[in-house]
Nanobody, 125 residues
Framework: QVQLVESGGGLVQAGGSLRLSCAAS????????MGWFRQAPGKERDFVAA???????DYADSVKGRFTISRDNAKNTVYLQMNSLKPEDTAVYYC???????????????????WGQGTHVTVSS
């Protein structure tokens, strides 16, 4: 497992942008598939985006075209660029990791075995 620390959350107006970062510990970051999930108050945790070891990306329909996931293996960091934010994007955003093969990163949260503490994103209307 790796230790994950998210940052970059905050308060933004609708239509604005934020970039979340997730820094991972350990020398084997490149072997991990990485995912972003979010949990709004009173709701279940939902898949947002994922990126595989070989940079294959996947997005929830609700964020496709607005959010971009990327990774920098030299910095042991995965990013989530969020543009055109909407009030319904308000949630706690979590970064997750799982040591993986070269396939597509999973969408199911139970497939991941390392989680960050979360970072709050609030989008005002």
């Amino acid at each position: 497992q790796v230790q994950l620390v998210e940052s970059g959350g905050g308060l933004v107006q609708a239509g604005g942008s934020l970039r979340l970062s997730c820094a991972a510990s350990g020398p084997t970051f490149s072997r991990y598939a990485m995912g972003w999930f979010r949990q709004a108050p009173g709701k279940e945790r939902d898949f947002v985006a994922a990126i595989s070891r070989v940079y294959i990306t996947d997005y929830a329909d609700s964020v496709k075209g607005r959010f971009t996931i990327s990774r920098d293996n030299a910095k042991n960091t995965v990013y989530l660029q969020m543009n055109s934010l909407k009030p319904e994007d308000t949630a706690v955003y979590y970064c997750a990791a799982v040591m993986a093969t070269y396939g597509v990163a999973p969408r199911e949260d139970h497939e991941y075995d390392s989680w960050g503490q979360g970072t709050h994103v609030t989008v005002s209307s």
